[in-house]
Each structure stands twice: as structure tokens, then as C-alpha cells.
């Protein structure tokens, strides 16, 4: 079990939760991920960062996103626009590192305040 592994549930949850449920890319409505923009491997820092992440159909995700990487960022320039990634990298540079306590305890009242409404 990765240290990552209820904090990264939590996220999607709450991703599934602000965002309509069809993929951001194609519209389909079934096998939804959250993707990350910039990976969050080379990019820590980012890996909660709702501007970071789509929601993606596995298709556009792994057939797209990791397949053809240069055509995924070709269209999240045309989605987000021309700054996002610059935005985001900037982004990265200035964040702290993670509170995977902290992220766990805004995350489960994000979505107790979501279940109220």
C-alpha cells in the first residue's frame, strides 16, 4: 500500500464529485479517471491540485495521455488554454511540500460539505 493510496482516493472522490461525469475530452460516461496534467511523478507538488487534474475517460487517458503525450498537450492548450502549463509549473515552485494528514482532513470536509447540500 503506497502512503498515497487513501489521500489519492479521497482526491478522486472529490474530483467526481465538483466535475460533470463524462470524460473532459470525449464525453463518454463511463470508465472515468482522474488524470494528471503534468505527471505527478516528475511534478510532487501538484498531485492534489484540481488545476492539475481531468477527468478522463481510460481511453483518452492512457490511449491519448500516455500514449501520445505531444497530441494531449496540443489539446489541453486548445481545452485550458496556452498558459495552463506555464501556470502550473510556476504553481509547483511556489506550493510546500504535502500534508498527506492535512489533504485527508480537507478532503473528508470537502465532501461532508458536499453531502449536505
Not at 479517471?33 to 477527468?55: D, E, F, T
Not at 492512457?62 to 497530441?71: E, I, M, N
Request: proline content about 4%; glycine content about 2%; hydrophobic content about 40%.
Amino acid at each position: 500500500m503506497s502512503k498515497f493510496e487513501k489521500t489519492d482516493a479521497l482526491f478522486r472522490k472529490v474530483i467526481l464529485k465538483e466535475r460533470p461525469n463524462a470524460c473532459e475530452r470525449c464525453g463518454i460516461l463511463r470508465n472515468l479517471q482522474v488524470a494528471h496534467i503534468l505527471p505527478k511523478g516528475s511534478h510532487p507538488r501538484l498531485r492534489y491540485q484540481r488545476a492539475n487534474v481531468l477527468l478522463l475517460c481510460f481511453s483518452c487517458h492512457f490511449l491519448v495521455a500516455h500514449k501520445s503525450p505531444l497530441k494531449f498537450y496540443e489539446w489541453i492548450e486548445s481545452y485550458k488554454g496556452k498558459d495552463l502549463l506555464d501556470s502550473l509549473r510556476i504553481l509547483e515552485r511556489t506550493l510546500p511540500k504535502l500534508d498527506l494528514k492535512m489533504l485527508n482532513i480537507i478532503f473528508k470536509e470537502t465532501l461532508k460539505e458536499s453531502e449536505a447540500l
